[in-house]
């Protein structure tokens, strides 16, 4: 009668590894984006982590009758990657970023990653 429980949790123990592996370290897509730097912050309470905005050039549809710019929230994980960031605010990058299906509190705040700049203007 034991070995089906322990089957069952092992089943159980592996599906939710799966599902946690899927979530947040499976990367779902990779990229470039470019704009022009509005701002990078390091921030956080408990988990100081690496934040910014990316302002990209051309317009989007907001509420009837406005006119929206489109912005890329993103986090940063490498520090030396922010450090230029930081110290070139309102230039134009070429970011290179990872999309993940979920956020981890030491990760940072969005589920886009930039790890490196492919270019800067």
Partial sequence: ???PLWITLGVVILLMGVFIWYKFFFVLAD???SGYLNYAINKGYVFKTYEGKLIQEGFGRGKTGTITSYEFEFSVSDPEVFKQLELNSG????LH?????GTLPWRG???YVVDKIVNMK
């Fill in 1 to 3: 009668m034991k070995k």
């Fill in 91 to 94: 230039k134009s990058f070429d």
């Fill in 97 to 101: 970023y990872k999309e993940y299906n």
């Fill in 109 to 111: 705040n969005t589920k």
């Fill in 31 to 33: 990229g470039v984006k």
